[in-house]
């Protein structure tokens, strides 16, 4: 078997990667797949360990590596270079924005946690039919911010 008997098409590869044929045109304009040969009418060959990069870059996204990011990579790597240690510094930037992430969730989840407490409360005392005006609660606190990030971090009481 030669290798163009076991290189890809572009739709086999994307239908083995999961990924539709318009994302690996585009993961190979970005520089995540290398250039691909072509045959004589025009399709574009890839070799079989590009389902293994496909799925890698699939993994990586989900962590939240960028695409830009990723093609930096794999760009360096193609070319003989060790972006290892580039690797790990974005993997720890991830890490301290997930945890940043993590710290807002919880504030959020602890000051929604409170306005159930208190439009429950609001609801027991109000007649049924007559508009508890709930949400309004939300703007009648000064000095909620604009971003999701930052409405929910605890005041301290004066």
Known sequence: MTPADRALRSGDLARLSGVSPDTIR????????????????????????AVDRVQLVKRALQLGFTLAELAEIFR???????????????????L??????IVALRNTQHYMQRL???????LAHTKSGVKAMLLHDLTAKPGLRSTAVNNFKRRKVS
């Open 26 to 49: 585009h993961y190979e304009r970005l520089g995540i797949l290398p250039k691909s040969p072509r045959t004589a009418s025009g399709y574009r060959l890839y070799p079989r360990e």
């Open 76 to 94: 360096a790597g193609d070319s003989g270079s060790a972006p290892c240690h580039r690797v790990l510094d974005l993997t720890q930037q991830k």
């Open 96 to 101: 301290r924005a997930i945890k940043q992430q």
């Open 116 to 122: 159930v407490r208190k439009w429950n409360l609001k």
